[in-house]
């Protein structure tokens, strides 16, 4: 292990361990704080919408085939519910998993206790990757299950098994996955000590495995329904663009700290060639696929730094190669440390933000709000629609009214944001289709709106990526005219805000 730096306090003594319980036992009571109000929003409803879908894993796997993500948590969804049938699956398995994370980082990183308490008090780390039930968390818990395990599997194949997985827990780790494996090569390479034939062929075997791992996520992801979720830049790159993206602000502009610090984290890598090569590489790779394939947030940029912490976790126990020593990297080594810490406490300053909502009373989502207005006798059979659609995916998990998609014309529990959709929609349209809905079924029809409408709105609102919603005052006054008010949903922590409008009138 490395001598204690400003990341790294060496072996702990009995009274860091007892400080460390106390500071995860106290993270603990924070997360259970944060699960006991959270309101789900749509990606997590969704997700468990898709799990319970067909009439098995089978017809489960048919029905998230092109969804956008691998399947490895639809199957841990589906198969907690079909252990116990309850809807608490959601967070509870959300729950399991970050917190199995946050055990393993507090248990056997070797970081100083400090750093261990300002990854854990994180927004990251105490909300989004263990409160929100996402697939994201198990990432964390992979990569650092990869660190703390590393110096007794990267040479046996269970390190290409680890790979496997974690590209089946969401699109960007299958580049980090890559580049884990890219690490156990250079340094195989920069070691310093020969290495047997037995050695190379482990880890084409775990080259193998990655490889396996990285098939099964693109045959489950692609080719995609949701063709319209891209980004902006897709399908039309050249190499000046691609430069130009590295450069520009899209990917990385949720953590609070620019692109160049954040390469400036990595040269407290400088001693180890293999974990500065990567470090650098997986930067300019994710950065380049938020540019080109599907844009970032939050929960996507934050596994760089669960990726960043394994490496880093990595060199302690002696891992990722050498080279020569030059005076200079002292001073580098301690200015990309620092760069680190400040980025650690960049998130977990963030982490104010879910605290206040809580104590002010405001929702994750108004999802909730809506599944229990829905619970009024006059509404119980009414169908829900939204715009844009997938602001009503979330009222699935709260209400069992049918739910129906204006852009897609169809009824459902998951949007696909396709090209095929209506992409431009006016407020005539929505009055069309809820006079035709309740026509043809003699039920009302529940509308949820974003847009703040008055008699004089005149707007070409964005819905999301290139779906915008069309509003003029002669529509807005005929569209508030034939409906009625009957809730003002708002705010949220997230974006799913509702005004909540009855037709008929």
Same mark, same amino acid.
């Given at each position: 292990?490395?001598?204690?730096?400003?990341?790294?306090?060496?072996?702990?003594?009995?009274?860091?361990?007892?400080?460390?319980?106390?500071?995860?036992?106290?993270?603990?009571?924070?997360?259970?704080?944060?699960?006991?109000?959270?309101?789900?929003? *749509?990606?997590?409803?969704?997700?468990?919408?898709?799990?319970?879908?067909?009439?098995?894993?089978?017809?489960?796997?048919?029905?998230?085939?092109?969804?956008?993500?691998?399947?490895?948590?639809?199957?841990?969804?589906?198969?907690?519910?079909?252990?116990?049938?309850?809807?608490?699956?959601?967070?509870?398995?959300?729950?399991?998993?970050?917190?199995?994370?946050?055990?393993?980082?507090?248990?056997?990183?070797?970081?100083?206790?400090?750093?261990?308490?300002?990854?854990?008090?994180?927004?990251?780390?105490?909300?989004?990757?263990?409160?929100?039930? *996402?697939?994201?968390?198990?990432?964390?818990?992979?990569?650092?299950?990869?660190?703390?395990?590393?110096?007794?599997?990267?040479?046996?194949?269970?390190?290409?098994?680890?790979?496997?997985?974690?590209?089946?827990?969401?699109?960007?780790?299958?580049?980090?996955? #890559?580049?884990?494996?890219?690490?156990?090569?250079?340094?195989? +390479?920069?070691?310093?000590?020969?290495?047997?034939?037995?050695?190379?062929?482990? &880890?084409?075997?775990?080259?193998?495995?990655?490889?396996?791992?990285?098939?099964?996520?693109?045959?489950?992801?692609?080719?995609?329904?949701?063709?319209?979720?891209?980004?902006?830049?897709?399908?039309?790159?050249?190499?000046?663009?691609?430069?130009?993206?590295?450069?520009?602000?899209?990917?990385?502009?949720? &953590?609070?700290?620019?692109?160049?610090?954040?390469?400036?984290?990595?040269?407290?890598?400088?001693?180890?060639?293999?974990?500065?090569?990567?470090?650098?590489?997986?930067?300019?790779? &994710?950065?380049?696929?938020?540019?080109?394939?599907?844009?970032?947030?939050?929960?996507?940029?934050?596994?760089?730094?669960?990726?960043?912490?394994?490496?880093?976790?990595?060199?302690?126990?002696?891992?990722?190669?050498?080279?020569?020593?030059?005076?200079?990297?002292?001073?580098?080594?301690?200015?990309?440390?620092?760069?680190?810490?400040?980025?650690?406490?960049?998130?977990?300053?963030?982490?104010?933000?879910?605290?206040?909502? =809580?104590?002010?009373?405001?929702?994750?989502?108004?999802?909730?709000?809506?599944?229990?207005?829905? =619970?009024?006798?006059?509404?119980?059979? #009414?169908?829900?629609?939204?715009?844009?659609?997938?602001?009503?995916?979330?009222?699935?998990?709260?209400?069992?009214?049918?739910?129906?998609?204006? *852009?897609? =014309?169809?009824?459902?529990?998951?949007?696909?944001?396709?090209?095929?959709?209506?992409?431009?929609?006016?407020?005539?349209?929505?009055?069309?289709?809820?006079?035709?809905?309740?026509?043809?079924?003699?039920?009302?029809?529940?509308?949820?709106?974003?847009?703040?409408?008055?008699?004089?709105?005149?707007?070409?609102?964005?819905?999301?990526?290139?779906?915008?919603?069309?509003?003029?005052?002669?529509?807005?006054?005929?569209?508030?005219?034939?409906?009625?008010?009957?809730? *003002?949903?708002?705010?949220?922590? +997230?974006?799913?805000?509702?005004?909540?409008?009855?037709?008929?009138?």
């Amino acid at each position: 292990m490395l001598e204690p730096t400003l990341l790294f306090g060496g072996e702990p003594s009995p009274s860091e361990k007892r400080a460390r319980l106390a500071i995860f036992a106290g993270w603990l009571l924070l997360v259970g704080w944060f699960i006991s109000g959270h309101t789900f929003w *749509r990606d997590e409803v969704q997700a468990f919408s898709f799990a319970l879908s067909g009439s098995g894993f089978a017809g489960m796997l048919r029905a998230v085939h092109g969804d956008g993500h691998p399947a490895l948590w639809y199957l841990i969804l589906r198969a907690a519910h079909d252990i116990v049938p309850t809807r608490e699956v959601l967070p509870a398995a959300g729950a399991i998993i970050g917190i199995a994370a946050m055990a393993v980082f507090t248990r056997y990183s070797p970081f100083r206790t400090t750093i261990v308490a300002l990854v854990l008090f994180s927004f990251w780390a105490a909300f989004e990757y263990v409160v929100v039930a *996402r697939n994201y968390g198990m990432s964390a818990l992979l990569m650092f299950v990869i660190a703390a395990l590393y110096p007794r599997t990267r040479n046996s194949l269970w390190f290409g098994v680890l790979l496997l997985v974690l590209c089946n827990t969401n699109v960007p780790s299958c580049l980090l996955a #890559a580049m884990f494996l890219l690490f156990r090569l250079l340094e195989m +390479m920069t070691g310093g000590t020969v290495h047997s034939k037995r050695d190379w062929v482990i &880890l084409v075997g775990n080259a193998a495995l990655a490889l396996f791992g990285a098939l099964l996520c693109f045959l489950t992801v692609y080719p995609t329904f949701n063709d319209a979720a891209v980004s902006p830049s897709y399908g039309d790159q050249t190499i000046g663009k691609l430069i130009g993206g590295l450069f520009d602000r899209t990917g990385f502009s949720n &953590l609070g700290f620019p692109p160049v610090l954040l390469l400036g984290c990595c040269f407290g890598l400088i001693r180890r060639p293999a974990a500065l090569t990567v470090a650098i590489a997986s930067l300019i790779a &994710l950065k380049l696929f938020f540019y080109v394939i599907y844009p970032s947030d939050y929960r996507h940029e934050i596994l760089y730094l669960a990726f960043l912490l394994s490496l880093y976790w990595m060199i302690a126990e002696g891992a990722g190669g050498r080279w020569g020593e030059k005076p200079w990297m002292n001073l580098a080594e301690r200015a990309g440390s620092l760069l680190m810490v400040a980025l650690l406490a960049a998130q977990t300053w963030h982490l104010y933000v879910p605290i206040k909502l =809580q104590l002010m009373g405001v929702p994750f989502s108004r999802s909730e709000d809506v599944g229990r207005l829905l =619970q009024q006798p006059a509404l119980r059979r #009414a169908i829900v629609m939204a715009d844009p659609d997938v602001m009503v995916e979330a009222v699935a998990y709260y209400a069992d009214n049918p739910l129906y998609f204006l *852009r897609q =014309q169809r009824f459902g529990t998951t949007v696909r944001i396709s090209n095929n959709a209506r992409k431009l929609l006016t407020l005539e349209e929505v009055l069309a289709d809820a006079d035709r809905l309740h026509r043809q079924t003699g039920r009302p029809v529940v509308f949820l709106s974003h847009l703040g409408l008055q008699p004089d709105t005149n707007v070409r609102q964005k819905a999301m990526y290139d779906y915008y919603t069309i509003v003029t005052p002669a529509s807005a006054k005929r569209f508030l005219a034939s409906t009625r008010l009957i809730a *003002r949903l708002r705010p949220s922590g +997230m974006d799913e805000n509702y005004d909540v409008y009855l037709y008929p009138r």
